[in-house]
Structure formats: structure tokens, C-alpha cells
């Protein structure tokens, strides 16, 4: 096995980031605790700081309190969040949304624009237009970017490997958008970002969160994760998945997720079952996830039969995750998050039933928020550059 010796830049590096870290964690406020919570010399500790300075990420403050032993009081410093600003982007089926946050994740603008159909280099530009538009906005130097898209990426190589909704395949978005804009840039599978979103800038209930699972439905089906308390992330499309599906002749067979789950076709077979509920009062165009739950709510049967068939799905998805990771949060995202409490209510319950009761520990939460992706396509970037998050 070969491994290689770090270099004197990226030692630097290193221990730059552990003194910001501990500097924005509150986990020390002067040069003397630095290095006692680091573990650096001081003298170490006082160059670095002196940089941080110089860079506008930190300030020097008022006098602290004393040791206990007397002596000089030392100088407290402060982390700058405004010192510099990222653009957060997902990119979904039907728009781009783009937010512009501060280094604590606080967001100072958003923006959304519609793709209308767009795929390839037309969705490309229309990306391009909504990072611009951040820009125009920014009140700080721009730190980085993150993106996050549908689909399968390579994170590690910047490669947009296959996005079905967008029509892109191994596209190189990484480097294009260095390239453009001379600023690092980072990429992640959008559901794996929504679960990031929630653990370091969402509000959690309360307890430690050690593994959280997200699982979003739109035009696809993706399920993102976050382990060890979101040090590590992961995510990606499972609508080629084979379920279960009944037949009828009363046995099950085997089709991919995609035809049983998402948007398009939930769309599909409540078309195909308006026939048999003539009193529907579900509308046979323009159909939403909120006509579903009006509908539900006012004891429509077609509602409750698509109600019934999603939580058979979804519940065969939770039953893997749950048993597989073991996780203290699952969290329904995406459109399909519009049918409501009732729906995941029902999802817990079919969950339930497929595993042990002693297996099931998790809490099911619906995502709140719609940039959620862009969030933690912040939080990524902000993570990557500074470790702070």
C-alpha cells in the first residue's frame, strides 16, 4: 500500500481550518485556548490567526477574562460570516433554485428560474443565468459554488454522470463552471444535499441526529443520506429498482420503482382510474399532490386508492433503509411531501408491518422548505472550502 506524506501546504491548510473551526464552533475565543483545543504551538496558532485576519474571516475583539492564575487578559476573536458569500444551486425537472448565503448558512437571496422544458446545453445556460443572478447580488467576495442536480454524479470528479431529466451525461459541470467563473465549484446528488441541508443548517428535533435518510419523489426517485452526525453524505436516483407490483392474477412481480412511484406516473394512474370512480372529484387535467390530499381529506376514493398504492411503495423503501442503516431520522421529501401528514402516517404504519417492531426506532418527518437542495449544495461548498459546517 502507498502512501503519500502530507505536504508542508496542506499541513498548513490543515491547521488553519482546525483553528477556524474551533474559532466559528465557539470552542475557543483567543490564541491561548487555540492552542490548547488544536493541539498547535503557539506561535503556530499566532501566525495562522494573524492571517484569518488579514483574509477578513476573523477579528480581533475586546479584552477576555483572565486565567485563574492572573496575568494578561487575552484578546478575543471573532469568525466573520459576512466576510465572504456562496451560491447554493439544485437544479430539478422544472427550475433552478439558487440561493446566496453567508459563511453561517444564513441566506441573503434567492432565486428560481423556471427551465420550462429545457434539457441539455439549454439547462445548462439556464444554470448559468440563476448563478448570475447571484452574483449581481453579492454584498461580499463569492467564496465557491455548490450544484446540486437529479441524477447520478461523480462528486469526486465533477461529473454529472446521468441526469434522465435534464438530458445531460457526463457532463463535466465542475470544470465548466471553474472555468467560467474562476471559483471552486462542488457537486452532489440533490436528495443527498436536502439530507445535508437538515443536519447542519435544518432544525432537527431535538437529541443528536447520528444517521438521517432522505427520500425524495418528483419526476424521480432518489434517496439521500447523512452519517455520523453528517460527516458523511451520499446519494442517488433508485428509480430503476424492481418492487413488488400485483397482478392480476392475484400473484406479484417484479417492475422498476419509476413505474409505480413517480410523479408522471402516480399522474398516470389516476387517469387510468377515473373510470371506476365516476365521482371523483379529483380534476383529470392539472393534476397535483394537492388535489390528491384535498381529496383524500374530503373521502374521495380515487385519492384513497392513490393513497393506498404510494404508501405500499414508499413503505418497501423505508423497510430497506430502516433496516439497512438504522436511522434516528427518515425524511419524506420532494412533491410527494405535498400529500401530508396522512400519507407519512401511513407510510410509518406499512413500514412497521414489514419489519420487527424492535428494528423500528426512526422518526418519519416530512422535508420543510423548498430550497432545501440549494441549501446544502451551500453547506457542501462552504464545508469543502472552510470545514466549518
Not at 434567492?110 to 449581481?136: K, R, T, W
Not at 439530507?195 to 437529541?207: D, K, R, V
Not at 453524505?233 to 424492481?242: A, N, R, T
Request: net charge negative; hydrophobic share 45%; aromatic share 4%.
Amino acid at each position: 500500500m502507498n502512501s503519500r506524506k502530507a505536504t508542508r501546504t496542506q499541513v498548513r491548510r490543515h491547521n488553519r481550518l482546525l483553528i477556524l473551526r474551533a474559532i466559528y464552533a465557539a470552542e475557543a475565543d483567543n490564541r491561548a485556548a487555540l492552542a490548547g483545543v488544536t493541539g498547535l504551538a503557539k506561535p503556530t496558532v499566532s501566525e495562522l490567526v494573524t492571517e484569518l485576519i488579514e483574509q477578513g474571516l476573523v477579528e480581533e475583539g475586546g479584552p477576555g477574562e483572565s486565567s485563574e492564575v492572573g496575568g494578561k487578559r487575552p484578546t478575543l476573536l471573532r469568525f466573520i460570516p459576512e466576510a465572504r458569500q456562496v451560491i447554493g444551486v439544485s437544479v430539478d425537472a422544472h427550475a433552478v433554485h439558487a440561493v446566496l448565503v453567508n459563511l453561517d448558512g444564513a441566506v441573503v437571496a434567492e432565486h428560481e428560474a423556471l427551465l420550462d422544458g429545457c434539457q441539455g446545453e439549454d439547462a445548462y445556460d439556464v444554470l448559468v443565468s440563476a448563478i448570475n443572478g447571484m452574483i449581481a447580488q453579492l454584498d461580499a467576495p463569492l467564496l465557491c459554488i455548490g450544484v446540486g442536480v437529479q441524477g447520478f454524479v461523480d462528486s469526486g470528479a465533477g461529473l454529472v454522470v446521468r441526469s434522465s431529466t435534464l438530458g445531460w451525461r457526463r457532463l463535466p459541470l465542475v470544470e465548466r463552471l471553474n472555468v467560467r467563473y474562476q471559483k471552486p465549484a462542488y457537486l452532489a446528488n440533490n436528495t443527498e444535499l436536502t439530507a445535508l441541508a437538515q443536519h447542519t443548517l435544518g432544525e432537527l428535533p431535538s437529541g443528536t441526529v447520528d444517521t438521517l435518510v432522505t427520500v425524495r419523489v418528483d419526476e424521480t426517485v432518489e434517496v439521500g443520506m447523512t452519517l455520523r452526525g453528517g460527516e458523511v453524505h451520499h446519494g442517488g436516483e433508485i428509480s430503476g429498482l424492481l418492487v413488488s407490483m400485483p397482478s392480476p392474477d392475484g400473484r406479484f412481480t417484479r417492475c422498476p420503482i419509476e413505474e409505480r412511484l413517480n410523479w408522471n406516473t402516480i399522474a398516470a394512474r389516476a387517469a387510468s382510474l377515473t373510470a371506476g370512480y365516476p365521482d371523483s372529484i379529483l380534476p383529470l387535467i392539472g393534476l397535483t399532490f394537492m388535489h390528491i390530499r384535498y381529496a383524500l381529506a374530503q373521502g374521495d376514493p380515487l385519492a384513497a386508492q392513490l393513497y393506498d398504492e404510494i404508501a405500499a411503495v414508499l413503505a418497501e423503501i423505508m423497510a430497506w433503509t430502516v433496516a439497512l442503516l438504522n436511522p434516528d431520522q427518515v425524511v419524506l421529501a420532494g412533491g410527494i411531501a405535498d400529500l401530508g401528514a396522512p400519507l407519512l402516517e401511513r407510510v410509518a404504519a406499512e413500514t412497521r408491518l414489514l419489519l420487527s417492531a424492535e428494528r423500528l426506532y426512526a422518526n418519519f418527518l416530512l422535508a420543510e422548505g423548498e430550497n432545501l437542495s440549494a441549501l446544502g449544495a451551500a453547506a457542501e461548498a462552504i464545508q469543502a472550502e472552510l470545514g466549518i459546517l
